[in-house]
């Protein structure tokens, strides 16, 4: 079943704006990893959180974790049109679900010119 | 990181016939993996192909319905057999890469008519 739950499901800024997208999931979790996907095709992966984390960087991205409260959040800075797409947050469990990859609903975010 | 190529990148069936998508990757990995999107949905783990044992399924995925070929580290197939219009869907194959997240083909775009 699917753990992670994005909010908002649809987000709309200018670009120059900062993003942000968040995440909330349900069990124990190894790791979380943040995708995008471009008009229905392949998925990226962006980054990568472990569970002993609480912020990740990757250039214009920042990823926070929160296993207390189960949640994580993307950031993308200085938004630009390129980075309209879909956001997908993903787990990665533990024990028997290790390698398997339970997705969110997703955001779509859209970044005007 | 691992290269994925997935074929075919869309089709249209007629109801009752099977697809056939196929997945070849640049490098041997122990586990693919193959995942459904419905439109407008998120992504839902169909099942886990082993090298050399059964494909192990997600709990509403059945091996008569999509059947899971892994005759070598760096190939596998998925089968949707008797098509019909519910299971006009994006269909992705992923592997593991290591600590560093996951690679997904560039998706198979059904369309059962």
């Known amino acids: 079943s699917q753990q992670g739950e994005e909010d908002p499901q649809a987000l709309s800024i200018q670009e120059g704006e900062n993003a942000t997208m968040n995440c909330s999931y349900k069990?124990?979790?190894?790791?979380l990893q943040w995708y995008r996907q471009n008009s229905g095709r392949g998925l990226v992966h962006l980054i990568l959180?472990?569970?002993?984390?609480r912020e990740k960087h990757s250039g214009r991205l920042r990823v926070t974790l929160d296993t207390s409260k189960k949640s994580s959040s993307l950031l993308i800075t200085a938004s630009r049109a390129a980075d309209t797409a879909s956001y997908f947050c993903?787990?990665?469990?533990?024990?028997?679900?290790?390698?398997?990859?339970?997705f969110g609903r997703g955001t779509q975010l859209t970044v005007w010119p | 990181s691992a290269v994925i190529s997935q074929k075919p990148s869309r089709d249209i069936c007629q109801r009752g016939t099977s697809l056939t998508i196929q997945c070849q990757v640049d490098?041997?990995?122990?586990?693919m993996f193959w995942y459904r999107q419905q439109p407008g949905q998120s992504l839902t783990l169909i099942a886990t192909?082993?090298?050399?044992?059964?494909?192990?399924?997600e709990s509403g995925f059945v091996i008569d319905k999509f059947p899971i070929s892994r005759p070598n580290l760096t190939f596998s197939t998925l089968t949707v057999s008797n098509l019909s219009p519910e299971d006009s869907s994006i269909y992705l194959c992923?592997?593991?890469?290591?600590?560093?997240?996951?690679?997904f083909g560039s998706g198979t775009r059904l369309t059962v008519v």
């Open positions: 992923s592997v593991r890469q290591g600590g560093s997240g996951y690679t």
């Open positions: 069990t124990s979790i190894n790791n």
């Open positions: 959180i472990r569970s002993n984390e």
């Open positions: 993903a787990t990665d469990g533990r024990g028997s679900t290790l390698g398997r990859l339970y």
């Open positions: 490098s041997q990995v122990t586990m």
């Open positions: 192909a082993n090298q050399g044992s059964e494909a192990t399924y």
